[in-house]
Antibody, heavy 117, light 109 residues
Framework: QVHLQESGPGLVKPSETLSLTCSVS????????WSWIRQPPGKGLEWIGY???????SYNPSLKSRVTISVATSQSQFSLQLSSVTAADTAVYFC???????????WGQGLRVAVSS | LMLAQPPSVSESPGKTVSLSCTGS????????VHWYQQRPGSVPTTVIY?????PSGVPGRFSGSIDRSSNSASLTISGLQTEDEADYYC?????????FGGGTKLTVL
């Protein structure tokens, strides 16, 4: 069974960089596309981007200037970095596996991140 | 492409409800539409993928369709049950982006 688990700090200061990691088990991370999706409190889902081993990542155009997603195949992990954060970046951050046609079939449980001084 | 969903819909148990997802800035039929159910405090799960396909384990009461004339997708749930009360999100993509609708809160009362 595919399992994803987010980890990282639950609180980030404004203007700093948010850094999260997703650990993947039950499947080879080298064989798939891996994505980050977020959900601000009481709001809908927003796709952040995806990455795959050996390929170029793809990002949401509205976040592209601040986002870096990378994969560490040997550790079976992929990571999100979001720079220059503001309160608007406060959200639950999900990692997920992306299939063809951009379907997200397996999700992590989500990690709540607050941006506050 | 942008996807618009009504913020809330209410219906009674046993009835049938259709949740709409209207595209703008592009043709919704150009790429597949997927539907996710998210219960409070839970992770989204797929109820319909590739416009009208149902994952194993999802009841046959759930169905999806595309209407090219109105540039919209619909998720229809028949025989509503209280457990169907949740937020429902449509999702599609275009060349540069993955797009989610704003979600519809379905209340079954």
């Amino acid at each position: 069974q595919v399992h994803l688990q987010e980890s990282g700090p639950g609180l980030v200061k404004p203007s700093e960089t948010l850094s999260l990691t997703c650990s993947v088990s039950g499947v080879s991370i080298g064989a798939g596309f891996w994505s980050w999706i977020r959900q601000p409190p009481g709001k809908g889902l927003e796709w952040i981007g995806y990455v795959y081993s050996g390929g170029s990542p793809s990002y949401n155009p509205s976040l592209k200037s601040r986002v870096t997603i990378s994969v560490a195949t040997s550790q079976s992990q992929f990571s999100l970095q979001l720079s220059s954060v503001t309160a608007a970046d406060t959200a639950v951050y999900f990692c997920a596996r992306r299939l063809g046609a951009n379907l997200f079939d397996f999700w992590g449980q989500g990690l709540r991140v607050a941006v506050s001084s | 492409l942008m996807l618009a969903q009504p913020p809330s819909v209410s219906e009674s148990p046993g009835k049938t409800v259709s949740l709409s997802c209207t595209g703008s800035g592009g043709r919704i039929a150009s790429n597949y539409v997927h539907w996710y159910q998210q219960r409070p405090g839970s992770v989204p799960t797929t109820v319909i993928y590739n416009d009208n396909q149902r994952p194993s384990g999802v009841p046959g009461r759930f169905s999806g369709s595309i209407d090219r004339s109105s540039n919209s997708a619909s998720l229809t749930i028949s025989g509503l049950q209280t457990e169907d009360e949740a937020d429902y999100y449509c999702q599609s993509y275009d060349d540069n982006n993955v797009i989610f609708g704003g979600g519809t809160k379905l209340t079954v009362l």
